[in-house]
């Protein structure tokens, strides 16, 4: 069965860099979580979004965006990175509609080295 | 706010001994729970879920009932296998009527499992 693609599996950049990651959700899932997990630390909800809207926010610093397109894939942007925003960065996607939500399915992450 | 509790590691076991990671959580409503699992370098993989009080999710040997009189979702196996080392994350997802479907997760137990 597909599965949630995450892209690039791994990201150096410098501080104060920009960062684009993307994400490719299960085919027909409408819905697109983006989670940040720290070294050590739990996951922590930062965005997301349900039929091309964003339907949540949490702990997503103002220098991060994102969006769902057409197609349902999503973007994070990160800007003026810093090196806290080293992290693995996960994106999940599920089916709200038809009688869901259903459970949320993690894609292998990206990994965000800020140097 | 939703949160959950989740016993500190890291936890260290022989092979074939008994399991037991305990979860509690607090929510409004009734919210769905569920155990993911991280093994090393790859993402989160989920491993059972309950979706109402008194249910009981398993998969690979593990159990976990749904104890709203506790506040608890606790991680059971009987025999546990080296192959069972991996991070535990004891998670939550809001009942549905607060819109919000994010996860909130535990803080995660490190389990190694010596031969």
């Known amino acids: 069965a597909a599965g949630v693609i995450q892209s690039p599996r791994h990201l150096i950049k410098e501080k104060r860099e920009t960062a684009t990651l993307k994400c490719y959700p299960i085919p027909r899932h409408d819905t697109v979580y983006w989670y940040q997990q720290g070294p050590g630390q739990d996951p922590q909800f930062l965005i997301s979004f349900y039929e091309k809207m964003q339907s949540d926010k949490g702990s997503i610093p103002d220098r991060f965006s994102a969006q769902q397109f057409s197609d349902y894939h999503s973007e994070l942007n990160m800007s003026s990175l810093e090196l806290g925003d080293s992290a693995l960065y996960f994106c999940a996607s599920s089916l709200v509609l038809a009688g869901g939500p259903y459970e949320q399915y993690f894609g292998p992450g990206t990994r965000l080295t800020v140097t | 706010g939703n949160s959950v509790t989740q016993m500190e590691g890291p936890v260290t076991l022989s092979e074939e001994a008994f399991l037991t990671i305990n979860c509690t959580y607090t929510a409004t409503g009734y919210p769905s729970l569920f155990w993911y699992v991280q093994y090393p370098g790859e993402g989160l993989q989920l491993l059972l879920k309950a979706t109402k009080a008194d249910d009981k999710g398993s998969n690979k040997g593990f159990e976990a009932t749904y104890r709203k009189e506790t506040t608890s979702f606790h991680l059971e196996k009987g025999s546990v296998q080296v192959s069972d080392s991996a991070v535990y994350f004891c998670?939550?997802?809001?009942?549905?009527?607060?819109?919000?479907?994010?996860?909130?997760f535990g803080q995660g137990t490190r389990l190694t499992i010596n031969p």
């Open positions: 998670a939550l997802r809001g009942a549905p009527i607060q819109g919000a479907q994010k996860l909130v």
